[in-house]
């Protein structure tokens, strides 16, 4: 076995995967039966947490400096606006929605891997495998036809929603398939001015969002109505069609130019109830495809792939216990769960039709949304940074300092962040006062060896290599620290 890890698919999920592994050291092979990267814009932003996890491994800023920031949602409805939902006062160092096409996500991340020594191998497809209590043996069809057999400890599929390791594994896909159908359009718009705001249109006829993607380009998303049960989705629209969308239901006198990518979709909303089979792991689309209301696809697949890694990596060196691997489901499958619901009843509120109701939808909205609380609740949403995992496995009982245990530890401009570097450490934020004589060296391969500044006095948190707090306590309960470390020990 020369390999620790096999990943199937070399899209956004694949690749964030490959980072992480990589950088830990574990020896990872990644392939794709696609000969090049995609040339579509596909997934279009990078939200706030997505930049937060990727800056551990210090591949944000490519992504930063290829993006375009957008930091306002305005909602509007009969030529009024409903919400303007900002991002500015996030509190994270990405307080905004990046906006970069997939095709550049996975130049800048494909770059980023080469530069850790690992390519992309392409042109080779999984086939099969099969798994065993201490190894994964697959088969590899090259593009010549060629067969190669393989033998790795662990693979996991990022091969997307007609994932071949998932179909292997015999895992359903549990969800349905919207009949409204939707066009998507890349297009430059003339006559209207430079703007950082997605704009979501509730017009009579439907909804309309634009997301500007440059100066000049932008993502207009609309849906076109029901279509009959069994039939496929409608050809290609036009740039006529679009434009035409956009005569009825965008505020103003806008052109579309320069089409980039036209297409018609309908969305699919499904999901694996378990993200593991033994030494098999789904991640990204392979595990759960979403309604592209909120454009949190890719990043709750490439949040997967962070979640996921560090632990491997921990049980990969034999530091850490397997039971590590059992969290990844029970952590990352409940988001999933959370984000279909979310996007399913914005998509479902977005589209419905009639006028009361979509009068009454308006009003309410517009009373809602009209409370910073909920504002700021949805901007935290929307970003990510609210996410977190209160009912995990992996949290020490008994914190009632926040941050809690499972949830988001606050990030400080001034500190490196939690998880850098080549080895996946936890961080004690704690003051030294009565830490064990011995006990910097009997965790070093699972701790920073500084504690780092308490976030208030009084208290000790223990933070994951990932970022979420791991156990919140009272400053000196050296004891929770010990008991906690020790339980994700592979001597445990």
């Known amino acids: ?21 990589a950088r830990y050291g574990v020896g990872v092979r990644i392939i794709d039966k696609a000969a090049q990267r995609t040339d579509k814009s596909k ?10 996890v990727l800056a551990r491994a210090g591949c944000s800023a490519g992504l930063v400096d290829a993006g375009y920031k957008v930091g306002t949602l305005n909602i509007s409805a009969n030529g009024k606006s409903i919400a303007k939902v900002s991002l500015e006062e996030l509190p994270t160092p990405y307080p905004y929605g990046l906006m970069i096409p997939q095709s550049d996500t996975e130049r800048v991340l494909d770059e980023f891997l080469n530069s850790l020594g690992v390519k992309v191998e392409r042109t080779i497809e999984l086939t099969r495998f099969t798994a065993s209590n201490d190894k994964v043996v697959s088969t590899l069809r090259h593009a010549d036809g060629a067969e190669e057999i393989v033998e790795t400890p662990w693979l996991i599929g990022c091969d997307g929603a007609h994932s071949t390791v998932r179909h292997q594994l015999g895992m359903e896909f549990h969800g349905e398939t919207s009949l409204i159908n939707w066009i998507l359009a890349d297009i430059h718009l003339e006559n209207t001015p430079r703007t950082t705001e997605v704009n979501v249109v509730w017009h009579s006829d439907g909804i309309l969002v634009t997301f500007p993607i440059d100066e000049t380009r932008y993502r207009v998303i609309a849906d076109v109505g029901a279509v009959p049960e069994n039939s496929n989705p409608s050809a290609e629209p036009t740039l006529e069609e679009v434009q035409a969308i956009l005569d009825r239901r965008f505020p103003g006198e806008v052109r579309a130019t320069d089409p ?23 991640a990204g689309d392979a595990a759960h ?4 209301a909120g454009g949190q696809g890719m990043n709750t697949g490439m949040q997967d792939a962070c979640n996921l890694a560090w632990k491997l990596v ?12 059992d969290s990844y489901s029970a952590e990352r499958s409940p988001i999933a769960e959370q984000v279909l619901k979310v996007t399913g009843r914005a998509t479902s509120m977005a589209t419905l039709t ?6 009454l939808r308006n009003h309410a909205a517009a009373l809602v ?17 609210s996410i977190g995992y209160p009912h995990s496995p992996l949290n020490a009982p008994g914190g009632r300092r926040e941050p809690l245990p499972g ?53 000790m948190w223990l933070v994951r290599p990932d970022g979420y707090t791991a156990l919140s306590a009272k400053a000196g309960e050296w004891k929770a620290v010990t008991a906690f470390l020790d339980r994700i020990a592979r001597s445990s």
């Open 1 to 21: 076995m020369e390999k620790d890890v096999l990943i199937a698919g070399a899209g956004p999920v694949g690749l964030v995967m490959a980072i992480e592994l």
């Open 43 to 52: 997934a279009l932003v990078v939200w706030s947490r997505s930049l937060e």
């Open 260 to 282: 980039i990518w036209l297409s018609s979709f309908r969305i699919n909303e499904r999901k694996v109830t378990d993200y593991r089979a033994g030494r098999v792991f789904l």
């Open 289 to 292: 495809v979403h309604s592209p």
């Open 314 to 325: 921990l049980v990969v060196r034999g530091i850490g216990s397997e039971s590590l691997l």
């Open 354 to 359: 009639g006028k009361v109701k979509q009068s």
């Open 369 to 385: 949304l009209g409370v910073p609380l909920v504002r700021k609740f949805t901007a935290d949403a929307a970003a990510e940074i």
């Open 407 to 459: 949830y988001r530890a606050p990030i400080r401009a001034t500190e490196p962040p939690v998880g850098g570097g080549n080895t996946p450490l936890f961080a004690l934020f704690a003051e030294p006062d009565g830490m064990p004589s011995n006990f910097p060296e009997r965790y070093a391969n699972l701790l920073e060896p500084t504690l780092r500044e308490p976030y208030r006095p009084g208290g």
